[in-house]
Nanobody, 125 residues
Framework: QVQLVESGGGLVQAGGSLRLSCAAS????????MGWFRQAPGKEREFVVA????????YYGDSAKGRFTISRDNAKNTVYLQMNSLKPEDTAVYYC??????????????????WGQGTQVTVSS
C-alpha cells in the first residue's frame, strides 16, 4: 500500500512559479515510476509528466514541455513538480500518482496504482 500526499499548491499570478511536492509512504516508492496529472473544472483528468524509478527518464505532456520539471528524491520518498511561466490555463487540481512496479513511466492513468488527493493550483491573469 502506498499513500501519497501532495502539497505546494496555491494561488499565483500568470508568469509565476510553484513547486509541488508529493510525499509517499511505504517501502516501494523507489520501485515505482511516478506521475503528475491534472484536472481542470469541467474537463477530464490529463497527463502532465512522469518520471522513471531512478529519475533517469522523464516523459512530458505537451502542456508541460519547456515549463515544468519533474524530479524525485528516493531517499526522501518524494517527487516534485517545478512549474514555471504559469498560465491561467494551468489552473487545475494536480494529482500525484504512483505507477505499477511493472511500468517504466506512462501517460496512461490505468498504469498508475495509487493516487493522492490532489492540490489546487490557481493561476490568475
Amino acid at each position: 500500500q502506498v499513500q501519497l500526499v501532495e502539497s505546494g499548491g496555491g494561488l499565483v499570478q500568470a508568469g509565476g512559479s510553484l513547486r509541488l511536492s508529493c510525499a509517499a509512504s511505504g517501502r516501494t516508492f523507489s520501485a515505482r515510476p511516478m506521475g503528475w496529472f491534472r484536472q481542470a473544472p469541467g474537463k477530464e483528468r490529463e497527463f502532465v509528466v512522469a518520471i522513471s524509478r531512478s529519475g533517469g527518464s522523464t516523459y512530458y505532456g505537451d502542456s508541460a514541455k519547456g515549463r515544468f520539471t519533474i524530479s524525485r528524491d528516493n531517499a526522501k520518498n518524494t517527487v516534485y513538480l517545478q512549474m514555471n511561466s504559469l498560465k491561467p490555463e494551468d489552473t487545475a487540481v494536480y494529482y500525484c500518482a504512483a505507477g505499477s512496479t511493472y511500468s517504466t513511466g506512462s501517460s496512461r492513468q490505468r498504469d498508475y496504482d495509487y493516487w493522492g488527493q490532489g492540490t489546487q493550483v490557481t493561476v490568475s491573469s
